[in-house]
């Protein structure tokens, strides 16, 4: 059974940092892009940060560009997200988003339960 877990949210005061963890598991043969969405109350989810397979092509939106990182140990199956200067507009559940392949030809888009992150003002 293939499954992506995060952790590492929770409760934060503005100017803060957390540092979000995604472990993939399960009969992983490669990973390929991974993503980081959010979703806050009543808003649609948007996509936060993303990385190619080897990590060198990196995506931000723009309203966490220059205070998140996003990285990845292709090796140990993890992504990180680390979340600096935080601000309460940043509260949302943050989910973990990876394409994963089980096989040749089997690449399948799988997500996360999801963390919460909270930012108090």
């Known amino acids: 059974q293939v499954q992506l877990v995060e952790s590492g949210g929770g409760l934060v005061q503005a100017g803060g940092s957390l540092r979000l963890s995604c472990a993939a598991s399960?009969?992983?043969?490669?990973?390929?892009?991974m993503r980081w969405y959010r979703q806050a109350p009543g808003k649609q989810r948007e996509l936060v940060a993303a990385?190619?397979?080897?990590?060198?092509?990196?995506f931000y939106a723009a309203s966490v560009k220059s205070r998140f990182t996003i990285s990845r140990d292709n090796a140990k199956l993890t992504a990180h997200l680390q979340m600096n200067s935080l601000k309460p507009e940043d509260t949302a559940v943050y989910y973990c988003n990876a394409d994963l392949s089980t096989g040749p030809l089997r690449t399948y888009r799988y997500w996360g339960q999801g963390t919460q992150v909270t930012v108090s003002s």
């Open positions: 990385s190619n397979n080897g990590g060198a092509s990196t």
């Open positions: 399960g009969n992983i043969v490669s990973i390929d892009a």
